[in-house]
Structures are given as structure tokens and as C-alpha cells.
């Protein structure tokens, strides 16, 4: 998928074997019971949950990631302004927005509610990585959030934890939300 960064400075999420992605011979080689819900073999990076989370909240619609939202000149006047992308459909409309009300209940009464803010509508899921080391997690934390319809999405990665994405991801998720949508409020 283009993207405004160099080619050679990222690659495809998943298990590598040397420099190749690894393609399971056979279906055993993985255990699609615990992919499924993030355990096993299952490497994203912040940007695809990102997606994910932007995919819910535009009811199922996947857009083109942009990094850069504008280009400035000294003067102050626009030179390149970068403009929606439709990629594909994910999942239908109606399964998008239970998913997104299943979101909005985490933030609001369940895992999520670190990412709180007032007069500000977020959805969110939670998610704790083990890594392997006893007692230290990777903990995330993918939004969607606006005042009147989701505006932004974003996913908050935080390295070797002890704790839970709901603890430790989702108030940085909350202080990024807050600066980017101007709130300051928390509820």
C-alpha cells in the first residue's frame, strides 16, 4: 500500500523466516484460535490498528492511510493538501457500527475508560501483548473519536509494561485525542 515513507523502511506485519515472510506450508502451523484474537503469530503495527479503528468508525469503509495532512509554505499559503482516499470495504455497514457501539461502551463503562473526555465521543478497544518475558507487556489502545461524528483515529502503542492497555495506552491515547480535537476537559 503507498505511503508517504520510504518502501525500504517498512514491511508487511507477520512472521518471518531470514529476510522472508513466512507462508505456513500447512493450516497446523498456526492456530487460528488464538490469531484470531491477537495471540500466536499475529504481528500489526500501530498504523494498521490505526486502520482498523478508522475502518470501524467510517461504518466498514477502509481509507488510504496519509501521514501528512498538509504542506505549508513560509507565507502561510497551502501548496499540496491531501485528500480521502477510498481503498476498500471491509465489512459491512451494520456490523461496522455494532462493532462501533461495542467501542464507545469500552471507553465509556469498560476497559477503555482512561480514554474519556468530555463533550468528546470515543470508542475504543484495549489490548495487552505478552512478549514473552514474564511480567512485561506491550499494552495498546486503538480509538476513534469526535464531537459530532468520529473525526480521528489512532492507536497508542506502550512498550514493556506490567500493567494493561487500558492502564497504561489508553490515557496517552486520551492526551494525544485531547491536543488533536482541542478538548481539555476530561469526564
Known amino acids: 500500500m503507498p505511503l508517504e515513507t520510504p518502501a525500504d523502511e517498512r514491511a508487511p506485519s507477520g512472521i518471518y523466516k531470514g529476510t522472508k515472510l513466512f507462508d505456513p506450508a500447512k493450516d497446523s502451523d498456526v492456530d487460528p484460535g488464538r490469531l484470531a484474537f491477537g495471540q500466536e503469530r499475529l504481528l500489526v503495527t500501530p498504523l494498521q490498528m490505526a486502520m482498523v479503528a478508522a475502518t470501524i468508525a467510517n461504518d ?13 509554505a513560509p507565507d502561510g499559503s ?30 465509556e463503562e469498560g476497559t477503555g475508560t482512561a480514554a474519556r473526555i468530555g463533550g468528546i465521543t470515543v470508542g475504543g478497544k484495549t489490548g495487552t501483548a505478552e512478549t514473552g518475558i514474564a511480567g512485561l507487556n506491550t499494552t495498546w489502545f486503538i480509538a476513534y473519536a469526535g464531537k459530532d461524528r468520529p473525526e480521528i483515529a489512532i492507536a497508542a502503542v506502550v512498550e514493556q509494561q506490567n500493567s494493561t492497555g487500558g492502564e497504561t495506552a489508553a490515557p496517552v491515547a486520551r492526551e494525544v485525542l485531547q491536543a488533536l480535537l482541542g478538548s481539555t476537559a476530561n469526564s
Open 78 to 107: 497551502v501548496i499540496v493538501r491531501s485528500k480521502p482516499e477510498r481503498l476498500d470495504r471491509a465489512i459491512k455497514t451494520e456490523t461496522a457500527r455494532a462493532v462501533a457501539a461495542m467501542m464507545k461502551d469500552a471507553v
Open 60 to 72: 466498514g469503509v477502509v481509507m488510504k492511510p496519509q501521514v501528512i495532512d498538509r504542506i505549508v
